[in-house]
C-alpha cells in the first residue's frame, strides 16, 4: 500500500491557508479525489464536493510515501474561482525560473514570537542578521530541519539565513515554469509540519510586529532565457518599465496587508511608488550588480511581494506582463 499526503489550497481570503490530507491505495499513482468543500469555503453545504487533481508528485521527507500538490476543481469538474494556479500554468514556460525568498517569523502556540516572550527584545535590530548564540537566534534547529526535509522532497532550496529581527528567518526556494509555484508552496507546507513537531508556529504576515523591526517580504527574483543569454541594458529598462505601468495591478496580487511593510524604511519602497536601479535595494525592482557584470545577462528582482503572498499570483502577473 502507499501513503499519498495529499496538499491544496483552501477558499480562505485574503489569502489562502493549507489543507491536507492521506489517502491509502495500491494506485502507483495518485489518483483524483475529493474533498468537503463547505469546511474549507470552497462550497456550500447542499453541493459540498470538491475535486483535488494531483499536479506535482513529492518524496515525502516526512511520513507515508509522497506528498502531492493538488488543483481544486468543482463538483462539475470546472476550475475552481479559488484556483489561482490554472491561470498562471497557462503563461509559465519552464524557460521562466524564480527564485522566492521566503522571509518569515517562528511563533508559539499564543502567537508571541520566538524570544519575543517577555516583551520586545532589549537589544535592537543589528546583531541578529546572520546571527549566532542563543541570545541572537531562535529557532535555528527548524530552520535547518526544514532544509533537510525539502531537499529530500526534491525541492530546491538554495540557502538559509537568520533573518534581521529576533526570531525571523529566509529560506531562498528556486524553480521552474509553474513547478515554481508548486514548490514554493510545498515548501510552506512542509515548514508548517516541521515546526509542529516543536511546537511552534509560522507566522507569514508581512509585519507581524509593528515598530522600528523589519517585515517580512518574498523578493522574487526572476529571468527568462533572453534575460539570462541574450540581454541588453534595453531589454532590462524596457521589462522594467513594463512592470511599472502596472504597479497597482501588482500591488493588489502580492499579498495583503503589504502597505505596513513597503514604507520606504527598512529597504524598501513606498507602496504607492515604482522605481528600478542597479543595486537599489530602497527600489520597487533591483538590477542585480551580477546582472550588469555579466553584460546584462542575469535576473531583476522584484522587492514589492510580501511574505504572505500566493507565488502563482506572482508568476502570473509577472509572465502575463512582460509576455504581453
Ligand atoms: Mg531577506
Same mark, same amino acid.
Given at each position: 500500500m502507499i501513503k499519498y499526503e495529499y496538499v491544496w489550497l483552501d477558499g480562505y481570503k485574503p489569502e489562502p491557508f493549507l489543507r491536507s490530507k492521506v489517502k491509502v491505495t495500491r494506485e502507483t499513482t495518485p489518483p483524483d479525489w475529493s474533498f468537503d468543500g463547505s469546511s474549507t469555503q470552497q462550497a456550500e453545504g447542499g453541493s459540498s464536493d470538491c475535486l483535488l487533481l494531483p499536479v506535482t508528485e513529492y518524496t515525502n521527507p516526512l511520513y507515508?510515501?509522497?506528498l502531492v500538490m493538488c488543483q481544486v476543481q468543482t463538483g462539475e469538474h470546472e476550475t475552481h474561482p479559488t484556483n489561482t494556479r490554472a491561470a498562471a500554468a497557462e503563461v509559465a514556460s519552464d524557460e521562466w525560473w524564480f527564485g522566492f525568498e521566503q522571509e518569515y517569523f517562528l511563533t508559539n502556540p499564543d502567537g508571541t514570537i520566538l524570544g519575543w516572550e517577555d516583551g520586545i527584545p532589549e537589544k535592537p535590530q543589528g546583531e541578529y542578521y546572520c546571527g549566532v548564540g542563543a541570545a541572537n537566534v531562535k529557532g535555528r534547529d527548524i530552520s535547518e530541519a526544514h532544509l533537510e526535509a525539502c531537499l529530500e522532497a526534491g525541492i530546491e532550496l538554495t540557502g538559509t539565513n537568520a533573518e534581521v529581527a529576533l526570531g525571523q528567518?529566509?529560506?531562498?526556494?528556486?524553480?521552474?515554469? $509553474?513547478? %515554481?509555484?508548486?514548490?514554493?508552496? =510545498?515548501?510552506?507546507?512542509?515548514?508548517?509540519?516541521? %515546526?509542529?513537531? &516543536?511546537?511552534?508556529?509560522?507566522? $507569514?504576515?508581512?509585519?507581524?510586529?509593528?515598530?522600528?523591526? +523589519?517585515?517580512?517580504? =518574498?523578493? @522574487? +527574483? &526572476?529571468? +527568462?532565457?533572453? =534575460?539570462?543569454? +541574450?540581454? @541588453?541594458?534595453?531589454l532590462y529598462s524596457t521589462m522594467c518599465d513594463k512592470l511599472g505601468e502596472v504597479h497597482q495591478d501588482a500591488i493588489a496580487n502580492y499579498g495583503s496587508d503589504n502597505d505596513q511593510r513597503l514604507t520606504g524604511l527598512h529597504e524598501t519602497q513606498k507602496i504607492t511608488d &515604482?522605481?528600478?536601479?542597479?543595486?537599489?535595494?530602497? %527600489?520597487? $525592482?533591483? $538590477?542585480?550588480?551580477y546582472t550588469v557584470e555579466h553584460n546584462w545577462n542575469g535576473y531583476l528582482e522584484d522587492r514589492r511581494p510580501a511574505s504572505n503572498a500566493d507565488p502563482y499570483k506572482i508568476i502570473n502577473h509577472i509572465v502575463g506582463t512582460l509576455t504581453k
Amino acid at each position: 500500500m502507499i501513503k499519498y499526503e495529499y496538499v491544496w489550497l483552501d477558499g480562505y481570503k485574503p489569502e489562502p491557508f493549507l489543507r491536507s490530507k492521506v489517502k491509502v491505495t495500491r494506485e502507483t499513482t495518485p489518483p483524483d479525489w475529493s474533498f468537503d468543500g463547505s469546511s474549507t469555503q470552497q462550497a456550500e453545504g447542499g453541493s459540498s464536493d470538491c475535486l483535488l487533481l494531483p499536479v506535482t508528485e513529492y518524496t515525502n521527507p516526512l511520513y507515508g510515501d509522497k506528498l502531492v500538490m493538488c488543483q481544486v476543481q468543482t463538483g462539475e469538474h470546472e476550475t475552481h474561482p479559488t484556483n489561482t494556479r490554472a491561470a498562471a500554468a497557462e503563461v509559465a514556460s519552464d524557460e521562466w525560473w524564480f527564485g522566492f525568498e521566503q522571509e518569515y517569523f517562528l511563533t508559539n502556540p499564543d502567537g508571541t514570537i520566538l524570544g519575543w516572550e517577555d516583551g520586545i527584545p532589549e537589544k535592537p535590530q543589528g546583531e541578529y542578521y546572520c546571527g549566532v548564540g542563543a541570545a541572537n537566534v531562535k529557532g535555528r534547529d527548524i530552520s535547518e530541519a526544514h532544509l533537510e526535509a525539502c531537499l529530500e522532497a526534491g525541492i530546491e532550496l538554495t540557502g538559509t539565513n537568520a533573518e534581521v529581527a529576533l526570531g525571523q528567518w529566509e529560506y531562498q526556494c528556486l524553480g521552474k515554469g $509553474i513547478k %515554481a509555484g508548486d514548490d514554493l508552496w =510545498m515548501s510552506r507546507y512542509l515548514l508548517h509540519k516541521v %515546526a509542529e513537531d &516543536f511546537d511552534v508556529s509560522v507566522n $507569514i504576515h508581512p509585519k507581524p510586529q509593528s515598530g522600528d523591526w +523589519n517585515g517580512s517580504g =518574498m523578493h @522574487t +527574483n &526572476f529571468s +527568462n532565457k533572453e =534575460m539570462r543569454e +541574450n540581454g @541588453t541594458e534595453e531589454l532590462y529598462s524596457t521589462m522594467c518599465d513594463k512592470l511599472g505601468e502596472v504597479h497597482q495591478d501588482a500591488i493588489a496580487n502580492y499579498g495583503s496587508d503589504n502597505d505596513q511593510r513597503l514604507t520606504g524604511l527598512h529597504e524598501t519602497q513606498k507602496i504607492t511608488d &515604482f522605481s528600478y536601479g542597479v543595486s537599489d535595494r530602497g %527600489a520597487s $525592482i533591483r $538590477i542585480p550588480i551580477y546582472t550588469v557584470e555579466h553584460n546584462w545577462n542575469g535576473y531583476l528582482e522584484d522587492r514589492r511581494p510580501a511574505s504572505n503572498a500566493d507565488p502563482y499570483k506572482i508568476i502570473n502577473h509577472i509572465v502575463g506582463t512582460l509576455t504581453k
